[in-house]
């Protein structure tokens, strides 16, 4: 009995001990990874605090959560590496009463942070299997106000048009019209755009109806993927 209990305890205490280290991993990241390069956006910083990226990868990753860069997830897709997840989030300048489209939902951990300061999430997969994996995620840790939906992120989401904020996370050579369509007025929209060794994130913002334009890093992102691939 009392070796069960030493046992218990033992289980209980790694666990414990687990969660501590990864709410340390998580706040050593957001210092030298984020606030030790330029992002200095408060919401930004406090959705990156709080989002668990361990609970968004596979178990046999999870201990490379909180490092540099992007991890695999399967179906030869990445989770993106916390600073871009971070610089995308920041460029956007989300607003409490925001709705945001996002198109690639990948593992669910883009959207969960866009979900920590805007009212509501939709956001789109291609790769069924993916967006099942990434709607139980993030119903399991009670994120309410993300609409998932598994189809072809080129068309968008013109049931829910108008949005304050568009978020693409895949790489492609021109940006889809249908998203230019369905940005609000004063919107956002920021993309990846070019071929995989010639790729940059551009931003463009809506103003009186026309689109304008900035080039911003220089990234690489997993092809944009469209019909029936998967």
């Known amino acids: 009995m009392i070796r069960s209990g030493i046992l218990i305890l033992a289980l209980l205490m790694t666990t414990t001990n687990n969660g501590q280290n990864y709410q340390e991993r998580r706040e050593e990241m957001v210092k030298t990874q984020l606030q030790g390069r330029d992002i200095t956006d408060h919401e930004t910083l406090k959705a990156m605090r709080k989002v668990k990226r361990h609970e968004f990868v596979p178990k046999k990753v999870q201990h490379l959560a909180y490092t540099d860069g992007p991890l695999p997830i399967g179906y030869a897709q990445t989770i993106s590496q916390p600073y871009i997840v971070a610089y995308m989030t920041q460029q956007l300048k989300p607003k409490p009463h925001h709705r945001v489209l996002e198109i690639g939902t990948g593992s669910g951990y883009q959207a969960a942070v866009l979900a920590e300061i805007v009212d509501t999430v939709y956001t789109i997969e291609i790769?069924?299997?993916?967006?099942?994996?990434?709607?139980?995620?993030?119903?399991?840790?009670?994120?309410?106000?993300?609409?998932?939906?598994?189809?072809?992120?080129?068309?968008?989401?013109?049931?829910?048009?108008?949005?304050?904020?568009?978020?693409?996370?895949?790489?492609?050579?021109?940006?889809?019209?249908?998203?230019?369509?369905?940005?609000?007025?004063?919107?956002?929209?920021?993309?990846?755009?070019?071929?995989?060794?010639?790729?940059?994130?551009?931003?463009?913002?809506?103003?009186?109806?026309?689109?304008?334009?900035?080039?911003?890093?220089?990234?690489?992102?997993?092809?944009?993927?469209?019909?029936?691939k998967f």
Do not use: C
């Open 127 to 228: 790769v069924e299997p993916l967006g099942l994996r990434a709607k139980e995620t993030l119903t399991r840790l009670g994120y309410k106000n993300v609409i998932t939906k598994i189809g072809d992120g080129y068309k968008g989401w013109p049931e829910e048009a108008p949005f304050d904020a568009i978020i693409v996370t895949a790489g492609i050579n021109e940006v889809p019209p249908p998203l230019f369509d369905q940005l609000a007025e004063g919107g956002k929209l920021i993309i990846p755009v070019g071929t995989r060794f010639n790729m940059k994130l551009i931003l463009y913002t809506k103003i009186n109806g026309k689109i304008r334009h900035k080039e911003k890093l220089a990234v690489s992102f997993v092809p944009f993927t469209r019909g029936d």
